[in-house]
């Protein structure tokens, strides 16, 4: 009797043992980077084109893939961004792990898998970048890069898995990093800059109107936005003023407030 | 030949296929939470009891554990804090993925993983989550809780993992939380507190001295804080003011000058 008590106490543990065991999450990692440039006073976002290995009928994607075994994600999301664009130092911001269990589950995704990478990926969660591009050079550069392309944030496609959530997420995660370091704004703008692409820059960022008087006090407070000598070339009538940003100046500004601004 | 050179292409496709494969990460993932809690004028940090199920000669480690399929990582982390201390909403923050390939190397790592999962773990990566606590209740009811305590922030002992650098990171992540919305500091304060407490918070997040009158202009400048009627009980001179958070208030300070702040 105890024998079989036992016995029973046995088989049962080793059948817990197997459900939990299916239990426990056994996952492929990926990374996906948002890249934002600004140009034209609107966001653009990197996108990597698809063409034959089209995902269902979309043909655009977050540049991404999955991170091999010597890597931790900080470097998958360095290495591929540097394969599609040629960048090797990215200013990359990890902002959030997407991992939702269906995020990968449409037969369109899951047959994309199985050609990209290999059959029997059975879940996929991705850890998500944000970096901020200059326009001036990088963006050209990029552009004319492999498959890539620069694609405005209000004309996204609809794209594979959850890469238009985590754009939302990402454009969210922006104001963060800004109200945390206002530096990387300047990241978007070129090394000279007007005026009115500034304020656009704003205006993009919390995606509503500013009043471009309020701004130009804000502005004008801001000992580390430098006013230059130089205007803008081939205009006649009210030439802008160029700006730079000096960030000897916004670092000693900084570390003096840092207590007071929070 | 043709054959020849067809069959070679395939077979070195095949290689290279089987040498792809192994390289693509293939992985559990788990959450790790750092709660931390602020009493005595110190942070605290709320860790978990190994006692039987040491880790070398390791007994104590950050709440965590493997996430389940059905979950997400955000899901997993509730349900891991809940398990521990019984409390069901926690304002908990996903802020950084762990990745590190040899994160969980060490042979007494593997061990316990062997047995507190099972066998063959052949690559952990974690997302950590952190959590700012209130003292009067949570504090003492968390600490009377199962098989967790708390652990004074400057005197953690060396825990297993990479839960040394996790804290570490998570205390640097605070401060950008608190700069980024200053109301998650009030978690971490009674309902009505003192002053001197909320001067020694900001000693505590900044890590550093901060006069004392210089903060309490500051303090004298935010409208969300308010001085309340009530004084300390029992101190006979010189008994402090309480002072409570007003959310309202803050949120409409902060609605107002969003812009003017960042």
């Given at each position: 009797m105890l024998f079989l008590l036992l016995s029973l106490r046995r088989f049962v543990r080793i059948i817990l043992n197997d459900v939990m065991k299916t239990k426990f999450i056994h996952t492929y990692v990926s990374v996906d980077c948002v890249v934002?440039?600004?140009?034209?006073?609107?966001?653009?976002?990197?996108?990597?084109?698809?063409?034959?290995?089209?995902?269902?009928?979309?043909?655009?994607?977050?540049?991404?893939?999955?991170?091999?075994?010597?890597?931790?994600?900080?470097?998958?999301a360095l290495r591929i961004l540097y394969e599609l664009t040629g960048i090797k130092r990215m200013n990359l911001r990890q902002f959030r792990c997407f991992s939702s269990p269906d995020r990968a589950s449409h037969p369109d995704d899951?047959?994309?898998?199985?050609?990209?990478?290999?059959?029997?990926?059975?879940?996929?969660?991705?850890?998500?970048?944000?970096?901020?591009?200059?326009?001036?050079?990088?963006?050209?550069?990029?552009?004319?890069?492999?498959?890539?392309?620069?694609?405005?944030?209000n004309e996204l496609p609809v794209m594979p898995f959850d890469h238009n959530q985590i754009v939302e997420a990402s454009f969210l995660e922006i104001r963060r990093w800004v109200e945390h370091d206002l530096a990387v704004m300047f990241d978007l703008l070129p090394h000279k800059f007007t005026f009115s692409q500034f304020h656009a820059l704003y205006e993009a960022v919390y995606n509503r109107k500013i009043d471009p008087r309020n701004f130009y006090k804000k502005v004008k407070n801001m000992a580390y936005v430098v006013q230059l000598d130089e205007k803008q070339p081939n205009v006649r009538h009210r030439a802008a003023h160029y700006y730079k940003f000096d960030k000897h100046i916004y670092k000693m500004v900084k570390n003096q407030f840092v207590i007071l601004n929070s």
């Open positions: 934002f440039g600004f140009d034209n006073n609107q966001f653009s976002i990197l996108l990597v084109q698809l063409d034959k290995e089209r995902i269902g009928n979309k043909n655009l994607k977050l540049p991404g893939g999955l991170i091999y075994d010597h890597e931790d994600v900080d470097m998958a899951i047959r994309w898998m199985d050609r990209a990478y290999q059959p029997n990926i059975d879940r996929l969660i991705t850890v998500s970048y944000l970096s901020l591009c200059k326009i001036d050079k990088k963006l050209k550069n990029i552009s004319g890069f492999k498959s890539t392309q620069w694609c405005k944030l």
